[in-house]
């Protein structure tokens, strides 16, 4: 695990999420194998990448936000430990609070430039857009290549509802023109093969589906994330408060430590999570949810008529909601272009 997954499993320590549910596995159709076998290893490698420099660059904004708020409880110990105190008999060691905020002050530097110069963020938003469009181009295939031969490199400028204008990359456009004379003649006539065009259409809304699940875990982790962070700062904030009505009437530096290090945390805290964006994670996930779910149901009620045209339109529309979904998470994430990242 990351280091940002290992705090953010301690943040919800204690929390019980429900079980996934099993869920049916659907082959593709035969048809489709060889593509599918085809973008695999493009598909892992890409999604390693985004991994990589995904964990990086989150991992990077939850050490800044926390270390600082560790830098402050080393400046304040030393006064509430009484070290200061020339007469006191850890005086001498009073320095070593001192030498460790610089030390993590210097780590805060060296985190900030080694993302500032290997760009993280960028890597993470290039390699995991590529991941997601080569991971969907046997869901596409069908619905583009048959129609339109030779007529466009990318498959996904085929898609009329298409609004995602990531995709222009020469990655994508390199693999679809490298894999379109096997697909074309791999998929020649398919859509008149009624086994072709049930299996196809199974395994579609098995995609969605999963895609589906895969939100509502992001939905009800990130909701949980944030009453958990929520209920940590409103604790830290009471505690502040007694503190300094306490220190009205009674003199100490512990008094004045908490009134120092528990905002800086609370202000830590919430900085990290407002990085993370899961106030709109949530939401997004939700919606997209509840859209999908839509989708799923308009495939089915076609289905047993096998309306071919209207089957093809819901399942390009269960495409287009993915494929914006992601242009939304990247126009999420790509404002955060601080000099971290």
Not at 134 to 153: F, I
Not at 235 to 250: K, M, N, P, R
Request: glycine letters at 6%.
């Amino acid at each position: 695990m990351a280091f940002h997954q290992h705090i953010q499993s301690l943040l919800l320590a204690g929390i019980r999420f429900p079980p996934a549910l099993p869920t049916e596995t659907v082959a593709p159709p035969a048809a489709l194998a060889p593509l599918i076998a085809a973008v695999a290893l493009e598909h892992a490698a890409s999604n390693a990448r985004a991994i990589e420099a995904g964990n990086r660059y989150r991992s990077a904004f939850w050490a800044l936000y926390l270390l600082s708020a560790l830098a402050v409880l080393c400046a304040v110990m030393p006064l509430a430990l009484g070290w200061d105190h020339g007469r006191h008999a850890m005086h001498a060691w009073a320095g070593f609070w001192a030498g460790l905020e610089v030390l993590i002050i210097l780590v805060l530097g060296f985190i900030y430039r080694r993302g500032h110069h290997h760009d993280w963020q960028g890597k993470w938003l290039a390699n995991r857009t590529e991941a997601e469009l080569v991971s969907y181009l046997p869901l596409v295939a069908p619905l583009v290549v048959p129609a339109g031969a030779g007529a466009r490199t990318n498959w996904y400028a085929g898609l009329a509802g298409n609004t995602l204008h990531v995709p222009n990359s020469s990655a994508i456009d390199t693999l679809c023109a490298r894999l379109q004379p096997g697909v074309i003649k791999a998929l020649h006539g398919t859509w008149s093969d009624t086994a072709f065009v049930e299996q196809y259409v199974a395994w579609a809304v098995a995609q969605f589906d999963a895609q589906r699940r895969y939100h509502d875990r992001t939905m009800l982790r990130s909701e949980a994330l944030m009453r958990r962070v929520h209920k940590i700062n409103a604790s830290l904030f009471v505690l502040t408060l007694a503190g300094a009505l306490l220190h009205l009437v009674v003199h100490t530096m512990w008094l004045s430590f908490v009134t120092i290090f528990f905002p800086a945390l609370g202000a830590s805290l919430h900085g990290a999570l407002a990085q993370t964006e899961a106030y709109r994670q949530a939401a997004i996930s939700r919606r997209l949810s509840a859209e999908l779910g839509k989708t799923i149901a308009t495939i089915a009620s076609h289905c047993p008529s096998m309306e071919r045209d209207k089957v093809r339109d819901a399942i390009e529309a269960g495409l287009t909601l993915i494929l914006e979904e992601h242009r939304d998470w990247h126009m999420l994430v790509r404002p955060h272009h601080l000099p971290l990242g």
